[in-house]
T-cell receptor, first 111, second 116 residues
């Protein structure tokens, strides 16, 4: 089966850097996605990794190590509006190419 | 990115009634659409996957006779919650993808269902 773990909650200060980790176990890995979700809203796409390494997109970067079943999302220069839940999702060959979502990490950015 | 709309955004209904939620991909053809349910402070739970013109594939524990899904075209999927009960109250989110393995899923804005 599939198993995806993320920390439940994190707190950071405005202007700081925060790293949100995600570990996964799948039968047929075919890509890892990060989404941001504000309370009461639908998730919005942040990043996609299918090969090992770092993908940088502005203040957000995402890293993947397939051998370790590990990814992280790095948020730099934190802003108050970054307070949200961050969802790690894995596409799984063995799951009909569907996405399996992690439990999400609720990030609170404090002034 | 691609745009997915959902209608209605919010619905309140009486127990025992049926509610239909529409999901439309506005600027791309969604070969596959997904329906999720999300309870407060929890992650997304996949309910079913539907491909245009074929029957939906339901996740274990999701009653197909209660949650009717129709994917009539490449831009429209509907979810009907039949004989709704208070425990069906939740945030329902649809998403669509274009079929490329590198595609992400594009999410609709969600529908907040409250059953009294």
């Amino acid at each position: 089966g599939q198993n995806i773990d993320q920390p439940t909650e994190m707190t950071a200060t405005e202007g700081a850097i925060v790293q949100i980790n995600c570990t996964y176990q799948t039968s047929g890995f075919n890509g890892l996605f990060w989404y941001q979700q504000h309370a009461g809203e639908a998730p919005t796409f942040l990043s996609y990794n299918v090969l090992d390494g770092l993908e940088e997109k502005g203040r957000f970067s995402s890293f993947l190590s397939r051998s370790k079943g590990y990814s992280y999302l790095l948020l730099k220069e934190l802003q108050m509006k970054d307070s949200a839940s961050y969802l790690c999702a894995v596409r799984d060959h063995g799951y009909g190419q569907n996405f399996v979502f992690g439990p999400g990490t609720r990030l609170s950015v404090l002034p | 990115g691609a745009v997915v709309s959902q209608h209605p955004s919010r619905v309140i209904c009486k127990s025992g009634t049926s509610v239909k939620i529409e999901c439309r991909s506005l600027d791309f053809q969604a070969t596959t659409m997904f329906w999720y349910r999300q309870f407060p402070k929890q992650s997304l739970m996949l309910m079913a996957t539907s491909n245009e013109g074929s029957k939906a594939t339901y996740e274990q524990g999701v009653e197909k006779d209660k949650f009717l899904i129709n994917h009539a075209s490449l831009t429209l999927s509907t979810l009907t919650v039949t004989s709704a009960h208070p425990e069906d109250s939740s945030f329902y989110i649809c998403s669509g993808e274009g079929g490329n393995p590198a595609d992400t899923q594009y999410f609709g804005p969600g529908t907040r269902l409250t059953v009294l």
